[in-house]
Structures are given as C-alpha cells and as structure tokens.
C-alpha cells in the first residue's frame, strides 16, 4: 500500500487487467470505433489485449484518438517552445486551461511525437465519477484531485498531492501537467491561482521556495484554439458569476462537455512552451524575502509567459472589435472570417441577449485585452 494508491495512475502491471475489463463495455466501444473506424471490432481488442503498460496505452491507442480528433475537428494543430526542451529531462508544464479533456491530450501528441517525457496529468475526481472514466482516466496516466473531500481533509489531501507530484517529477522523472487554476477558464482570462502554487510548495519542507520550485523546472504553457467548441455551454456559469450566484451544474454537464470539447469544431491550435522558470526566480529571491510575495510574483511570471505566447487567432481580435465597436484590428482578419465568426455568435446568441452576446465576446477577445495590459507594463 502507498499513500497515494487512492490518486495515481495504474501501475504498468495493472493495465492490462483494467483494461480487459472494460473492453467490452459500450464508452470503450464507442471510443475504439471512433479511433479505428475502417477496423472491426477484432482488430482493437486484439490490439487491448496486447497491451501491458500505460506508454503502450498512450502510444498505441490515444495517440491514434487525438489524431482522429485532430482531423475531424480541426484545420490542424502548430507548436513552438518545444525545441529548446531536453529529452531526458521531466518538466512541471503549468497551462492555461479551455478544455478538460484536450488539453492534455494535445500536450502528450507533442510530447510523444518530439521524444520528450509525456506527463502525467491532474484531473479533478468529479470529472471521473463514473467507474469508466475513473479507469480510462488512470490507463491514461492522470492521477486525481480530490475535490469531493471534506473541509477538514483538504489539507492532507492537498499535502498528499504535492508530495506526489514532487515524487513525479525528482524521483520517477516523469513530467506532469496542471492547469493554473481549478477548472476551465470560462471568460478568457488566463490568472494563475496562487493557491495552487502554495499546494505545490507543500513538499518544499525547509528548502528555500525559490529553490524548490527551480527544481520543478516550470514550463508555463499557452494553449490556444481559433474557436472554443465549448463557448456556448460556458454561458450559463458566466451569467451566474456576473450576477454574483452559485452556479450549480447539471447532473450530466461535465459530460456533455467533455464530448463538445472532442467532437466540436476547433479550426486551428496552437501550442507553445514557454522557457523554463529559472533566472526570473533568482530576480524574485533578491527581490523578497516574504513567501507569500514571492508566490504572487511567481504567479505573475507565469501569467506574464503563458499571456505573452498565447497565439492570437482571427477571432479573437474579431471579437475584440465587435466588443467594443471599432476597426482597430480589421488587419488582422479577412470579411470572410468575420462573416463566419458573426454567423457563430448568431447560432450560439438570440439577438436580443444583449448581456450574453458581451460574455461571448469577451471570451474571445480577454486575451487581447490582457496581452495589450502586459505590454503596456513593460514599456512603462
């Protein structure tokens, strides 16, 4: 037994079995289907069966998956960064975050395809309450964060997780995934959590804090796509959280969005890795001594990179001028895109929803905003 057998991914030797055993049921079905789909069912339970570890599950199968995704809902995925990251060496990737399943995916078809160190990715445990996503969750190398514990569990469970994380990436060389805050970014804004940054620095002990996270070698990541497939389901909870009310989602939502975010249309992706943390941290350990200060301008470090490199696609400075009336970007775009975006937001909005047609829009066109802010500090 470990301490954390009830978060980890499965061990190589348990693979197999798990996944004999839902082979057969109907949501491995249909995700076997859609990853082979000119293959009969014979052909991939051959394939499950000879299977035995999580990189042969990766390699073999969900690569094919993101692959089949990539071209049924997408005009193709672009990277950079990721050239100036060694092979042999793991990597603490914190990310932006626009969708729960993608996001991790994309980043090990990168990975894999560039030979470096795949993750092993956080996943909230309200997203896996279903004992099949549970299992395809842990086949996929995700451990879990239990969000469903009690206030008075949090804290060991939030030292339980940073002690593995920190066992991940300095004992087992093994790269890992978090997104910057709890949940998807639903507005656009890309904010790192510094709560989350206190949850890592758990395992530090008595090390210094700029230390230990130099060890972690952070590689602030930029996800970006041209088209949200999940914009329209975000709306709920944005009007919610305007009007200061506690959102409550419904019983299948998570679901229903996690199948948006795969089957929906992307156009284009990008991906970009930025430079590991390092000479910005010593600049802060000489700049405070206070922890708490330095965790907030490691925060701001992260947003700074992940904000700065994040790919500004068409329709985001689409929406930008149509947010705030202006052509200060229509060299940015063609007519035609911005017909075919308008013809979005008409589908997604009723005319009349004057306050839903604002929170689209600022969904899109935040990272404009945000990147112009931080340009507008530097130059100061």
């Known amino acids: ?9 499965f061990y190589d030797e348990e693979v197999n079995d798990a996944l004999q055993s839902v082979s057969k049921h109907p949501m491995m079905k249909a995700l076997m289907r859609f990853t082979f789909p000119d293959r009969d069912d014979s052909f991939w339970l051959e394939k499950l069966e000879n299977v035995h570890s999580i990189y042969d599950f990766q390699s073999k199968v969900i690569y094919q998956t993101v692959l089949q995704i990539l071209e049924k809902s997408s005009e193709g995925l672009s990277t950079s960064g990721f050239d100036k990251l060694d092979k042999n060496t793991s990597y603490l990737f914190i990310s932006n975050h626009r969708d729960i399943v993608l996001d991790t995916s994309l980043l090990n078809l990168v990975l894999f395809e560039k030979e470096l160190i795949m993750t092993s990715s956080a996943i909230g445990d309200n997203l896996v309450g279903k004992k099949i996503l549970h299992i395809i969750a842990k086949l996929n190398r995700n451990f879990l964060v239990q ?45 790192t959590q510094q709560g989350m940054l206190k949850m890592l620095a758990m395992a530090a002990g008595d090390s210094s804090l700029i230390d230990f996270f130099k060890n972690l070698k952070i590689v602030p990541l930029s996800i970006s796509y041209e088209y949200d497939p999940t914009d329209a389901l975000k709306m709920p909870q944005l009007i919610a959280k305007s009007k200061n009310e506690v959102y409550v989602k419904n019983k299948n939502e998570d679901f229903k969005t996690i199948i948006s975010g795969v ?118």
């Open 1 to 9: 037994m470990s301490k954390f057998d009830d978060i980890r991914p």
């Open 147 to 191: 969000r469903s514990v009690s206030i008075r569990e949090q804290l060991s469970s939030s030292k339980t997780l940073s002690d593995y994380i920190y066992q991940l990436l300095t004992e087992e060389n093994r790269s890992v995934w978090m997104a910057q805050s709890e949940g998807r970014t639903k507005d656009g804004n890309d904010v």
């Open 263 to 380: 089957l929906g249309q992307k156009r284009r992706i990008h991906l970009h890795a930025g430079k590991v943390l390092d000479q910005e941290l010593d600049c802060i350990a000489h700049q405070f001594e206070n922890k708490n200060k330095q965790l907030q301008a490691i925060a701001q470090i992260i947003d700074k990179s992940i904000i700065g490199n994040y790919k500004l696609w068409p329709t985001k400075y689409i929406a930008y001028d149509l947010l705030y009336k202006t052509n200060q970007f229509s060299d940015r775009y063609t007519e035609e895109e911005k017909q075919l975006f308008e013809r979005r937001l008409e589908m997604r909005i009723k005319d009349s929803d004057e306050t839903l047609r604002k929170h689209f829009l600022e969904m899109y066109a935040n990272p404009i905003s945000n990147k112009m802010k931080y340009e507008q500090k530097s130059t100061v």
